[in-house]
């Protein structure tokens, strides 16, 4: 008689050789599988399995195939749509793999594949920098494999365009290690598919190597703050602005965010506030020269000359608490595309969060419209050179929905569903979307966040996963 799934478990849990193997009803179970956006929480995979080396890895990525059972890996925890924690199979849990070496020398950092950016920033030499993301609770390994949008990536270009290496354990319980210099054209589309095609679908990523840079600042600091308008006061400031923004070329050096935010004021009134955050890789003083034409516009100015951790640690210590629901879309817009008529639909999307009571102090709920600025170094590959196709944006935009109260999950949805249907028609292609902004709503996902590299990507799942061993709701499908 075949032994059931579960007390295949229960043997492998005695078998694992360094790791731990976690049950459903455990309090290790519920600990592991916690995610970024608790709209997600409520999964019940089989079993999780916590790795502590590769060989642990190996022997989970074998007893899933030979199980017919799927799997999937989660870092940060922090996939948007809770896609790292499968209902019904594994979670392959790398967070105790998070060493991080830092090599000046030869210019670069070697990152294991559950490591945060926390992690790689508090090591991390004063004038060095890494191409990685804002807040340091997220995964490596998962933010590089969807390409990485970074406030560096204007002169660095984006995280995938700085890897240099991938250590990965393959749907057979194979190590293979594949770089730019690949040899086989095989380990080629590997690499090339391990730029931008998202995480968890070739494999599971043990090791990263990522290239290093010198900042522009001798002093080893970077600008970072607010420039803020209070709407409707400065609305016709705030709209020249953004004018000016549009129509004008930045130096690369310069990464302007926007934001459309709400902020509670002392009457318990919800204040509307338009934001350009600064993040400016060079001295303050070439910073305000070369932001002059926005400050002619009468901003509050918050900015400071920092260490970029100390700017994550702020960034964090300002943010939301993640025990929140989230819901989100996203939009990769081209230069020149912030227009008066852009303006407007997003001015009119927040009045009408407002209008509707979905912007609340307690319980907490709130909408936001920001946009990711990059271009620059980005836009100098082409839309095949890595499996990231958009690279004629300047803009990763994204309309979010955050609420504590259960209730307010269907007018929440229904908001960002009206900014979708708003914003999108301004994206590139009129669906360009971006995958570490995984949208589970999405119907035409493999053409918004990898338009025509697609079919490509198909191929190389054919190749290295054929069965679909690593598999979620909008994974890539081999052919």
């Keep these: 008689m075949k032994a059931t799934?579960?007390?295949?478990?229960?043997?492998?849990q005695k078998t694992m050789p360094y790791g731990s193997v976690f049950l459903p009803g455990s309090e290790a179970y519920h600990t592991a599988i916690a995610v970024d956006n608790i709209r997600y929480c409520r999964a019940s995979p089989a079993a999780v399995v916590k790795a502590l080396t590769e060989q642990d890895v190996i022997e989970t990525v074998l007893f899933a195939r030979l199980s017919g059972i799927g799997l999937t890996v989660k870092s940060g925890g922090h996939s948007a749509a809770?896609?790292?924690?499968?209902?019904?199979?594994?979670v392959l849990d790398?967070?105790?793999?998070?060493?991080?070496?830092?090599?000046?020398?030869?210019?670069?950092?070697?990152?294991?594949?559950?490591?945060?950016?926390?992690?790689?920033?508090?090591?991390?030499?004063a004038?060095?920098?890494?191409?990685?993301?804002?807040?340091?609770?997220?995964?490596?390994?998962?933010?590089?494999?969807?390409?990485?949008?970074?406030?560096?990536?204007?002169?660095?270009?984006?995280?995938?365009?700085?890897?240099?290496?991938?250590?990965?354990?393959?749907?057979?319980?194979?190590?293979?290690?594949?770089?730019?210099?690949?040899?086989?054209?095989?380990?080629?589309?590997?690499?090339?598919?391990?730029?931008?095609?998202?995480?968890?679908?070739?494999?599971?990523?043990?090791?990263?190597?990522?290239?290093?840079?010198?900042?522009?600042?001798?002093?080893?600091?970077?600008?970072?703050?607010?420039?803020?308008?209070?709407?409707?006061?400065?609305?016709?400031?705030?709209?020249?602005?953004?004018?000016?923004?549009?129509?004008?070329?930045?130096?690369?050096?310069?990464?302007?965010?926007?934001?459309?935010?709400?902020?509670?004021?002392?009457?318990?009134?919800?204040?509307?506030?338009?934001?350009?955050?600064?993040?400016y890789n060079g001295t303050m003083g070439q910073c305000c020269k070369d932001i002059a034409p926005l400050l002619a516009f009468n901003p509050k100015v918050d900015l400071k000359s920092m260490h970029w951790s100390e700017w994550v640690y702020r960034i964090a210590s300002s943010k939301v608490s993640s025990r929140v629901n989230r819901h989100h879309a996203s939009f990769i817009l081209k230069q020149g595309a912030i227009?008066?008529?852009?303006?407007?639909?997003?001015?009119?999307?927040?009045?009408?969060?407002?209008d509707r009571g979905l912007i609340r102090a307690s319980p907490m709920s709130e909408c936001v419209i920001i946009w990711d600025h990059i271009g620059g170094a980005t836009t100098e590959y082409s839309a095949c050179d890595t499996a990231f196709p958009w690279r004629q944006g300047?803009?990763?935009?994204?309309?979010?929905?955050?609420?504590?109260?259960?209730?307010?999950?269907?007018?929440?949805?229904?908001?960002?569903?009206?900014?979708?249907?708003?914003?999108?028609?301004?994206?590139?292609?009129?669906?360009?979307?971006?995958?570490?902004?995984?949208?589970?709503?999405?119907?035409?996902?493999?053409?918004?966040?990898?338009?025509?590299?697609?079919?490509?990507?198909?191929?190389v799942k054919s190749q290295w996963d054929p069965t679909g061993v690593f598999r979620f709701k909008q994974g890539i499908q081999p052919v």
């Design 5 to 12: 799934l579960h007390q295949q478990l229960s043997i492998f």
């Design 82 to 90: 809770g896609y790292c924690v499968d209902t019904n199979g594994i």
């Design 94 to 125: 790398l967070s105790s793999m998070c060493g991080v070496c830092i090599d000046t020398e030869n210019m670069q950092a070697t990152i294991q594949g559950g490591s945060r950016w926390d992690h790689a920033y508090g090591l991390m030499e």
């Design 127 to 279: 004038g060095y920098m890494l191409v990685g993301g804002q807040c340091g609770s997220v995964g490596v390994s998962g933010y590089i494999l969807g390409g990485g949008v970074s406030a560096f990536s204007r002169c660095y270009g984006m995280a995938i365009d700085n890897l240099l290496e991938v250590t990965m354990i393959t749907a057979k319980g194979e190590k293979v290690t594949v770089g730019s210099g690949a040899a086989d054209p095989v380990s080629r589309d590997l690499f090339w598919a391990l730029r931008g095609g998202g995480g968890g679908n070739f494999g599971v990523v043990t090791e990263t190597k990522v290239g290093l840079h010198r900042l522009r600042n001798a002093d080893g600091v970077v600008v970072c703050g607010e420039l803020t308008w209070n709407l409707p006061e400065q609305a016709d400031a705030f709209n020249a602005m953004m004018q000016v923004w549009n129509s004008n070329t930045w130096p690369n050096e310069l990464c302007g965010n926007g934001a459309w935010q709400y902020e509670s004021c002392s009457s318990g009134r919800h204040h509307l506030l338009g934001q350009m955050q600064i993040i």
């Design 339 to 354: 227009t008066p008529d852009l303006v407007d639909s997003i001015s009119s999307l927040m009045q009408d969060a407002r």
């Design 394 to 459: 300047v803009y990763v935009a994204a309309a979010t929905a955050l609420w504590a109260d259960p209730s307010m999950e269907a007018p929440m949805v229904e908001w960002v569903n009206d900014a979708k249907a708003k914003l999108r028609t301004h994206a590139l292609d009129g669906l360009a979307a971006y995958v570490n902004y995984i949208d589970p709503t999405l119907t035409d996902w493999e053409e918004a966040y990898y338009g025509g590299n697609y079919a490509r990507l198909q191929k």
